[in-house]
């Protein structure tokens, strides 16, 4: 500092100027040296440690990469499985709704077929007995006529018609006639 007061002073009375911004010859050349040693040293000793930092981690970040695109493509891998079994899954439950379907239309068909064999059944079932019931009541009716008109024909005869076989033959006749009459009319 003293030196750049004297340079100040010196300066008005018309001497050498001192720069202050520029220095002298013999600073440069020890700073030239003093960084040549620096950065020999920096390049020896520093710069391979730190490469060797760095190269571990480019090492690290590739090994992650490559894990991540592992793991990636085994994800891709799962997800395709899935897929497939998803749809297959799909598949077999619409087949199953379809059996299912087939199987309640078959089971109607049986149920509508068994039903009309029962009505079937019930009807003819029902016409015999209908049948029999009026085979039944015209053999009562017969006989009950019969006899009506056996007594009815006694009374007006005179006579006893009590021998059976005059008296089926007489009943016989009366209900032919009688149903003569009936289908002529109808």
Do not use: C
Request: glycine share 6%; no cysteine.
């Amino acid at each position: 500092m003293g030196a750049f007061i004297a340079a100040e002073a010196g300066h008005g009375e018309g001497e050498s100027t001192f720069n202050p911004i520029l220095p002298t010859n013999y600073d440069l050349l020890w700073s030239f040296l003093l960084f040549l040693v620096i950065v020999v040293v920096f390049m020896y000793y520093a710069l391979p440690k730190i490469q060797k930092v760095l190269d571990e981690r480019a090492e690290l970040i590739q090994g992650g990469i490559t894990k991540a695109e592992q793991a990636q493509a085994e994800a891709a891998a799962a997800l395709d499985e899935y897929t497939a079994q998803l749809r297959e899954a799909r598949a077999e439950a619409a087949k199953i709704r379809e059996d299912a379907r087939h199987e309640a239309a078959q089971i109607v068909a049986d149920g509508r077929e068994k039903a009309v064999r029962d009505a079937e059944r019930i009807a003819e079932a029902s016409s015999k007995t209908i049948d029999a019931e009026r085979q039944q009541a015209v053999v009562s009716l017969r006989a009950e006529i019969g006899s009506l008109a056996t007594e009815l024909a006694s009374k007006i005869v005179g006579e006893s018609l009590a021998d059976d076989a005059r008296q089926q033959r007489l009943i016989d006749t009366f209900l032919d006639d009688l149903e003569s009459e009936t289908k002529a009319k109808g």
